[in-house]
């Protein structure tokens, strides 16, 4: 089946900084999905790209399919970014997910 | 306003006492989907359906049941609980299959 590997697993930054994730996937998919889980355990999607680049405010998203990888971008990062970020890539009836970056940013 | 709801947040229950965690969503979407959270497992799907009375088993469907005699509701039946199911469950939904997935706010079941 499908490995999802994102990296790094930990992330520390001052409030202000920019971040890359990392998400890397074993074979080509046709689903590939970022999401956020907050300090309170509550998951948001983030974006569902399964290939090209979009944008929502500070965050942005790539994602190279044939070379089977998407990266998330952070820019100006604010406390509230803080918690663990998920990719998950796949196909029809099947998401599988990494094991996330888990991202704290200090003021 | 557009959500997936899941009841009870937190539920502490004993082994082999039936219990059912509900799931609804208001969005009118075809495909819901469980998973379960477990710390260094990550997170594992469990059912899924495309639609009503389509349910298909995920990756870890041991110990589960699931229904979708509506369009809204998911319920996850757990027959006869063992404490190796205690984990943190999260109710899905997209409008089909390969669409941006919607997650409820958890249930965190404890068996003991």
Known sequence: GIQVEQSPPDLILQEGANSTLRCNFSDSVNNLQWFHQNPWGQLINLFYIPSGTKQNGRLSATTVATERYSLLYISSSQTTDSGVYFCAAGGYNKLIFGAGTRLAVHP | ?112
């Open chain 2, 1 to 112: 306003e557009a959500q997936v709801t899941q009841n009870p947040r937190y539920l502490i229950t004993v082994t082999g006492k039936k219990l059912t965690v509900t799931c609804s969503q208001n969005m009118n979407h075809e495909y819901m989907s469980w998973y379960r959270q477990d710390p260094g497992l990550g997170l594992r799907q469990i059912y899924y359906s495309m639609n009503v009375e389509v349910t298909d088993k995920g990756d870890v469907p041991e110990g589960y049941k699931v229904s979708r005699k509506e369009k809204r509701n998911f319920p996850l039946i757990l027959e006869s609980p063992s404490p190796n199911q205690t984990s943190l469950y999260f109710c899905a939904s997209s409008l089909v299959d390969n669409s941006p997935l919607h997650f409820g706010n958890g249930t965190r079941l404890t068996v003991t």
